[in-house]
């Protein structure tokens, strides 16, 4: 089946420093990433949706500025925290969309997922 | 604004034993998917079972099955001859048709005992 990796598994860092999280997809090309986030024991809340070659689309309540997404080839999408804070501390999953012959086949596969930890 | 619900913070069953995850969504919309994630303690999200709303029947993968009621707008997991394996963290989630955007419930912990 379709693999998708994130890097790095588990980062730790400052205080106002910022933090790069990719994404890939191992064995397929992925038109559309999207990224979550899910705080400790809690669900998965949509961030963003990353499109090959164009501005991310970020859900109501994410700050743009923030939560930088690019997009630059059908293999990979980074997600980059900046100025981060201890309230950004959280785990941050990004899925890739397979798209089928019908919409009915389409998949969406996930990342292993990254743990920030800002101190 | 779609909203999903799941009422069961914590779960267990016996081995080889049979359990029922409820799940309940809200939605305007008649096109969409429905489906049910397992997050086990390596936290990969895995698909386990996919709905289309426009079928009827009651979709099927081996041990798992759902009961749809649409008009009731319920959706619940059968986990038939649990294993251990089937510990993990389950999810609920809403996807409107052409917009593959997941809405997850907050989640139901599944442990099955020994």
């Known amino acids: 089946g379709a693999v998708v990796s994130q890097h790095p598994s588990w980062v730790i860092c400052k205080s106002g420093t910022s933090v790069k999280i990719e994404c890939r997809s191992l064995?397929?090309?992925?038109?559309?990433m999207f990224w979550y986030r899910q705080f400790p024991k809690q669900s998965l809340m949509l961030m963003a949706t990353?499109?090959?070659?164009?501005?991310?689309?970020?859900e109501q309540g994410v700050e743009k500025d923030k939560f930088l997404i690019n997009h630059a080839s059908l293999t990979l999408s980074t997600l980059t925290v900046t100025s981060a804070h201890p309230e950004d501390s959280s785990f941050y999953i990004c899925?890739?969309?397979?798209?089928?012959?019908?919409?009915?086949?389409?998949?969406?596969?996930f990342g292993p997922g990254t743990r920030l930890t800002v101190l | 604004a779609q909203t999903v619900t799941q009422s069961q913070p914590e779960m267990s069953v016996q081995e080889a034993e049979t359990v029922t995850l409820s799940c309940t969504y809200d939605?305007?919309?008649?096109?969409?998917?429905l489906f049910w994630y397992k997050q086990p303690p390596s936290r990969q999200m895995i698909l386990v079972i996919r709905?289309?709303?426009?079928?009827?029947q009651n979709a099927t993968e081996n041990r798992f099955s759902v009961n749809f009621q649409k008009a009731a707008k319920s959706f619940s997991l059968k986990i038939s001859d649990s294993q251990l394996g089937d510990t993990a963290m389950y999810f609920c989630?809403?996807?409107?048709?052409?917009?593959?955007?997941?809405?997850f419930g907050t989640g139901t912990r599944l442990k099955v005992l020994a």
């Open positions: 899925s890739a969309r397979v798209p089928g012959l019908a919409v009915s086949t389409d998949t969406q596969y």
């Open positions: 989630a809403f996807m409107k048709t052409g917009t593959y955007k997941y809405i």
């Open positions: 990353s499109n090959e070659g164009s501005k991310a689309t970020y």
């Open positions: 064995d397929f090309q992925a038109t559309t």
């Open positions: 939605t305007s919309e008649n096109n969409y998917y």
């Open positions: 709905q289309e709303a426009y079928k009827q």
